[in-house]
């Protein structure tokens, strides 16, 4: 199993282009979920999903859009690029559950907005 | 408001010192607790739980809710501990795979 899969690793963004970061699971895990990295504020969720068709926000959704309309993805597409923007994105995916549910995370992506 | 704490942005030790990480949490129902870690150029993993109450690498960490702690604790630190350490908490009931994280606690544990 690969587990978790992000790509590009690292990406640089010129303000106002757009992008799409992907992720895939191949752990057949209902749950995944997007998560943003930043210096002294820990690691904050953006979108996330409990299955294929059905996505829902985490605390700071704004300026991204994601999809799921397959188990195994769930891309994250950056609209417009900002500056606030540059961070370190995470994809994670878990079973469903309701006690100790483990997250499996990806190896993260780097993004950059000048 | 839901939120996680932890108070320290760097915690630096000898080798063979104690260690404990403080986390402290703000959640009205019954949270779950874990700790997360990031060691050096690998991927975020979770260290342990603490609905499994088990020790993982010496590392413990008991839930406390009077004080809404969930430190994490080590008897001797070792250089190999050294990584960046995250407090998370999950909606036990009402799970959907959500996690709420601390802003992280760097570990250095000098030889």
């Known amino acids: 199993n690969a587990g978790v899969t992000q790509t590009p690793k690292f990406q640089v963004l010129k303000t106002g282009q757009s992008m799409t970061l992907q992720c895939a699971q191949d752990m057949n895990h209902e749950y995944m979920s997007w998560y943003r990295q930043d210096p002294g504020m820990g690691l904050r969720l953006i979108h996330y999903s409990v299955g294929a068709g059905i996505t829902d926000q985490g605390e700071v959704p704004n300026g991204y859009n994601v999809s799921r309309s397959t188990t195994e993805d769930f891309p994250l597409r950056l609209l417009s690029a900002a500056p606030s923007q540059t961070s370190v994105y995470f994809c994670a995916s878990s079973l469903a559950g309701t006690s100790g549910i483990e997250q499996f995370f990806g190896p993260g992506t780097r993004l950059t907005v000048l | 408001a839901q939120r996680v704490t932890q108070p320290e942005k760097l915690l630096s030790v000898f080798k063979g010192a104690p260690v404990e990480l403080k986390c402290n949490y703000s959640?009205?129902?019954?949270?779950?607790l874990f700790w997360y870690v990031q060691y050096s150029r690998q991927r975020l993993q979770l260290l342990l739980r603490?609905?499994s109450r088990e020790s993982i690498k010496g590392f413990t960490a008991d839930l406390n809710k009077g004080e809404t702690s969930f430190h994490l604790k080590k008897p001797f630190a070792q250089e190999e501990d050294s990584a960046m350490y995250y407090c998370a908490l999950s909606h036990g009931s009402s799970n959907t795979g959500k996690l709420i994280f601390g802003q992280g606690t760097t570990l250095q544990v000098k030889p």
């Open positions: 959640y009205s129902g019954s949270p779950e």
């Open positions: 603490h609905i």
